[in-house]
């Protein structure tokens, strides 16, 4: 069984209220979020927590995320804000920021290639 570090942990908010909340048909996202309703606290980081106790606490969130039938709106929201703590979507803080970089990076050669792909079709 996971064992967790004896600190009180952080509840988390979810999502960050620095933007509207995306609506659609059933309503936010957020609202059918599985951290909502249990292992809050799973999510982010107390201060000062071990690096052990952290990777612990972060897989059992990735798994809390991965039955969640909300995570990929929660990642797309946390790469979009972007979120700098915590794990949103199944995806660390120190994760999403390697997916935003591979996006940066896509979009710089996506740009760069279409100049040249009109030019060897004209």
Excluded: N
């Amino acid at each position: 069984m996971l064992q967790l570090p004896h600190q009180p942990l952080q509840v988390a908010a979810v999502p960050s209220q620095r933007s509207p909340a995306r609506e659609d048909q059933a309503g936010p996202w957020h609202a059918e979020a599985v951290c909502r309703r249990d292992e809050a606290g799973l999510f982010f980081a107390p201060s000062k927590e071990p690096t052990a106790a952290r990777l612990s606490r972060e897989e059992a969130a990735k798994q809390v995320c991965a039955r969640c039938p909300v995570m990929v709106a929660c990642r797309e929201h946390a790469l979009i804000q972007p979120e700098p703590y915590g794990v949103w979507g199944g995806l660390t803080a120190a994760e999403r920021r390697v997916v935003l970089a591979r996006r940066r990076r896509r979009d710089i050669e996506l740009k760069t290639a279409a100049p040249t792909e009109h030019l060897a079709a004209g």
